[in-house]
C-alpha cells in the first residue's frame, strides 16, 4: 500500500530482529529487478516517443541496468518479436508470451 508513501506513519514488521537486520531498507525499483521485454515492447508500441529503449529507460527516476535492457531487445530479437512495425507492438508482445510459454520460460 501507500501507506508509508505518501505520509509519515508507523510501520509494523513481523519478523525476527536478525532477519530485520538483514533485510535492504528498501526494495529496488521493479525496473531493476525484473525483466524487460514489455517495457521494451510498450515503448516501441507509444507513437510520437523518440529515441532507443536504452535511451528512454536512462530517463527513468532510477533506470535499469543498460546491459538489462540490452538483454531484452536481444531476446526479442531472437524471438522474432521486434521486426514487427511498431503499430504491431501489443500482438508482438502476445506473441513473445506464447513463445516464452513454449519454452518454459514463465516468470516466477
Avoid: M, N, Y
Amino acid at each position: 500500500g501507500r501507506a508509508g508513501r505518501v505520509s509519515p506513519g508507523v510501520a509494523v514488521l513481523l519478523a525476527t530482529q536478525r532477519r530485520a537486520d538483514a533485510s535492504p531498507a528498501h526494495q529496488a525499483p521493479e525496473v531493476q529487478r525484473t525483466s524487460l521485454e514489455q517495457l521494451v515492447l510498450r515503448i516501441r508500441g507509444l507513437r510520437g516517443l523518440e529515441g532507443s529503449a536504452g535511451g528512454i529507460c536512462r530517463r527513468l527516476l532510477e533506470p535499469p541496468p543498460d546491459s538489462a535492457v540490452a538483454r531484452a531487445v536481444s531476446d526479442l530479437r531472437a524471438l522474432g518479436a521486434l521486426e514487427a512495425a511498431p503499430a504491431r507492438a501489443p500482438l508482438a508482445a502476445v506473441e513473445w508470451s506464447a513463445k516464452r510459454r513454449r519454452r518454459g520460460d514463465e516468470d516466477d
